[in-house]
T-cell receptor
Framework: GAVVSQHPSRVICKSGTSVKIECRSL??????MFWYRQFPKQSLMLMAT?????????EQGVEKDKFLINHASLTLSTLTVTSAHPEDSSFYIC???????????FGQGTRLTVV | AQSVAQPEDQVNVAEGNPLTVKCTYS??????LFWYVQYPNRGLQFLLK??????LVKGSYGFEAEFNKSQTSFHLKKPSALVSDSALYFC?????????????FGQGTTLQVKP
């Protein structure tokens, strides 16, 4: 299957700072990427859908100014958690899909801890 | 509204025994159905999908799933469980009509295979 690389896998930051997470499709062009958040032992919560070259579509209740998403190329999307607080600590996962609506491929996730 | 339900939080089986992880769905139109597996602190790995055709779908690592339209179910099965199958399993659905590419996930089922 296609490979999606997410970096970093783990990050610890101080409260008030910003953190950027990268999601790359390594062997295919991803017109659409998705960002999810997962709490311990819970399902994935879709945060936003990112289309290359256009603004991301955020799910209800997700603060777009806090979770900045950029999808500048067909192989890279970034999620920046701005002014992070301890409650932003979570596991963030990206996924990417081909142009046809088949299965999505997931990155390995990023464990964010805000102290 | 589209939804996916995994009625069991946890499934316990003995190694060598068959396993079933249940999933039911509710969508308008024909569904695309998926199963993913997640190991601790990792992203999701694709197991199998149902798009159309044969109701019995075979996937990775010896897993298979049966699509049942009348019961709106897509249960994951494996004839003989391995200890290494122990993980968190997610069922997901995407409708063909009005498709934005979003996946809707069930709440996840933890599979515990004991030696």
């Amino acid at each position: 299957g296609a490979v999606v690389s997410q970096h970093p896998s783990r990050v610890i930051c101080k409260s008030g700072t910003s953190v950027k997470i990268e999601c790359r499709s390594l062997d295919f062009q991803a017109t659409t990427m998705f960002w999810y958040r997962q709490f311990p032992k819970q399902s994935l919560m879709l945060m936003a859908t990112s289309n290359e070259g256009s603004k991301a579509t955020y799910e209800q209740g997700v603060e777009k100014d806090k979770f900045l998403i950029n999808h500048a190329s067909l192989t890279l999307s970034t999620l920046t958690v701005t002014s992070a607080h301890p409650e932003d600590s979570s596991f963030y996962i990206c996924s990417a899909r081909y142009t046809s609506p088949l299965e999505a491929f997931f990155g390995q996730g990023t464990r964010l801890t805000v102290v | 509204a589209q939804s996916v339900a995994q009625p069991e939080d946890q499934v316990n089986v003995a190694e060598g025994n068959p396993l079933t992880v249940k999933c039911t769905y509710s969508v308008s139109g024909n569904p695309y159905l998926f199963w993913y597996v997640q190991y601790p602190n990792r992203g999701l790995q694709f197991l199998l999908k149902y798009i159309t055709g044969d109701n019995l779908v075979k996937g990775s690592y010896g897993f298979e799933a049966e699509f049942n339209k009348s019961q709106t179910s897509f249960h994951l099965k494996k004839p003989s469980a391995l200890v290494s199958d122990s993980a968190l399993y997610f069922c997901a659905v995407r409708a063909l009509t009005g498709n934005t590419g979003k996946l809707i996930f069930g709440q996840g089922t933890t599979l515990q295979v004991k030696p």
